[in-house]
């Protein structure tokens, strides 16, 4: 409790909070490595204090920061100079539950979200802004297929995987012609803040240079629910990147981000796999 004092004490000093009156609520983790607290002035959640590795601190600051005019996100209230922790914003709500049909909450995050992020330089490599960079994009879903493979194993038959490989390739040739952008990199429903069956937030920032249908086939296929063409198609025509982005490259790329989700769910969502196989078995059909 030493070091989260001592945070509070220099947000006295900012004054960006009043003596007395204060709580701290430690909030649960799920995937995130660092320690997450809720800040509560006179009863009312307040921000969030986040303390993690530096590198973690720093990106997520310049990515909130970048997209400070995005009102999903959460404000950078104050930033440590060292980059121990940051403070945010707190946004009501709830992540996972009584979030609304995948249709609605999904425009909201075309329209406030994805369309707004910018274009990044082109000598800027590939990947995660605190992880490996990838000479292509390609390179980065290849990773990406290898890992899903190891975990998926033989949940699915030999013929799948060598789809999903097959895929990847058709993929490829989309991907060498991709313009770079600076993306959230982690859009999935444990990372939406819901509040009256309604999107209202988008937290956690895990920040990626990637192509822009990286996070939006990310959200989609992050809960089973609604995981089908019929919801997909009205969001293509919001969606609809460029001239050249097809129906076919769409549903192709959901098919890949499909199987990295049944890989990652394998790992860490264990109780939501004969979910996403059921809907797996639809969305093979378009394998071939």
Known sequence: MEKIDKIIDVLKSEGLLRNGGIELKQMNRGTTRGVLYTLIQDK????????????????????????????????????????????????????????????????????????????????????????????????????????????????????????????????????????????????????FVYYSNKLVGVIDPSPLIGPRIYDFTYAFCSSPDSLNIKTLLPLFELWKDNKLFTEERLINEVIFQLYTRIGTCIKVHPQDLSSYMKVWSEWREYLS
């Not at 290898?146 to 194993?153: K, N, T, W």
């Open 44 to 191: 009312s959640p307040a921000y969030v204090i986040k303390m993690d590795d530096s590198k973690i601190i720093s990106s997520t600051k310049d990515f909130l920061l970048a997209y400070k005019e995005i009102s999903v996100l959460p404000d950078v209230i104050y930033a440590d100079e060292n980059n121990k922790y940051l403070v945010y914003t707190y946004i009501y709500g709830e992540t996972h539950h009584n979030r609304g049909s995948k249709l609605e909450w999904m425009t909201i995050l075309i329209q406030e979200l994805f369309t707004k992020y910018y274009k990044v330089n082109d000598d800027i490599s590939w990947g995660r802004v605190n992880g490996l960079h990838r000479s292509t994009w390609s390179d980065f879903n290849n990773i990406s297929f290898q890992l899903a493979h190891e975990s998926i194993g033989n949940h699915l038959p030999n013929e799948d995987h060598k789809g999903v490989k097959e895929l990847i390739e058709k993929l490829s040739d989309f991907h060498n012609q991709e313009e770079k952008y600076y993306l959230h990199g982690d859009t999935g429903i444990h990372n």
